[in-house]
């Protein structure tokens, strides 16, 4: 790929929800590319139905229900400490999967009477925003090591949308800000100081597209 021109570029709010639908993963059975395609009837939030999870090397298939997420899961904790009602205990926990054997409590040191409490945790799937396709949480193809970071796209679409924007020298807003893509993207991407090492970065998870995205 050649090194792009600096040009102009127009953030119009796209949502990353937009490039969701359709995510390439890491087949859980043979490793090779996999396809997620799904449905959701809002962009925000990103609620997939009729998932669907494709190999394309091996014969591996799944649809998606409730019970098929194997992502990353949040805890959040916020309740009055049961000893002394302060208000509140807040905390996060994040585990790598979503499993039988997640704490139900999670012990926490009250500033007001000075006890360590339990308290409960509530557990979320956050679906939009990891290197991980929202209808199963199975790891993206689309991800490689990049400023000491991990740059990761759903499709070969995003990774286009991504480098259309590192690239440019001239970077403009319209649109609903605060949710686009671009406005929420971490600062060591759109820095102008790492636009070669992204680039670059781009380019190397280019050639790993399956002939099924690049054609």
Same mark, same amino acid.
């Given at each position: ?11 119009? %709010? ?17 490793? %090779? ?41 949040? %805890? ?30 999670a012990p926490m040191l009250c500033p007001s009477c000075d006890q360590t409490v339990k308290v409960p945790i509530q557990w979320m799937i956050e679906r939009i925003g990891g290197a991980y396709d929202p209808s199963f949480g199975l790891p993206l193809w689309l991800k490689a090591s990049c400023c000491g970071e991990t740059l990761w796209a759903y499709n070969s679409? /995003? ?18 800000? /605060? ?20 680039? !670059?970065?781009?380019?190397?998870? !280019? ?9």
């Amino acid at each position: 790929m050649a090194k792009p021109e600096l040009g102009r570029h127009v953030d119009r %709010g796209v949502l990353l929800a937009r490039f969701a639908a359709e995510c390439l993963v890491v087949c859980p059975q043979c490793s %090779g590319p996999a396809i997620v395609v799904s449905e959701s009837k809002y962009a925000m939030p990103f609620e997939p139905v009729r998932s669907r999870v494709t190999c394309l090397k091996c014969s591996f298939q799944r649809a998606g229900d409730p019970e098929t997420w194997c992502g990353p899961v949040t %805890g959040k904790v916020k309740e009055r400490c049961p000893q002394c009602g302060f208000k509140w205990l807040t905390g996060t926990v994040r585990r790598k999967s979503l499993t039988s054997r997640l704490r139900k409590e999670a012990p926490m040191l009250c500033p007001s009477c000075d006890q360590t409490v339990k308290v409960p945790i509530q557990w979320m799937i956050e679906r939009i925003g990891g290197a991980y396709d929202p209808s199963f949480g199975l790891p993206l193809w689309l991800k490689a090591s990049c400023c000491g970071e991990t740059l990761w796209a759903y499709n070969s679409k /995003h990774l286009d949308a991504l480098r259309d924007y590192v690239s440019a020298g001239l970077r403009e807003r319209t649109g609903v800000r /605060h949710w686009s893509m671009f406005a929420r993207l971490p600062k060591w991407i759109s820095s102008r100081h790492n636009r070669d090492a992204v680039l !670059q970065c781009i380019q190397r998870l !280019q050639r790993t597209l399956p002939k099924r995205e690049t054609s």
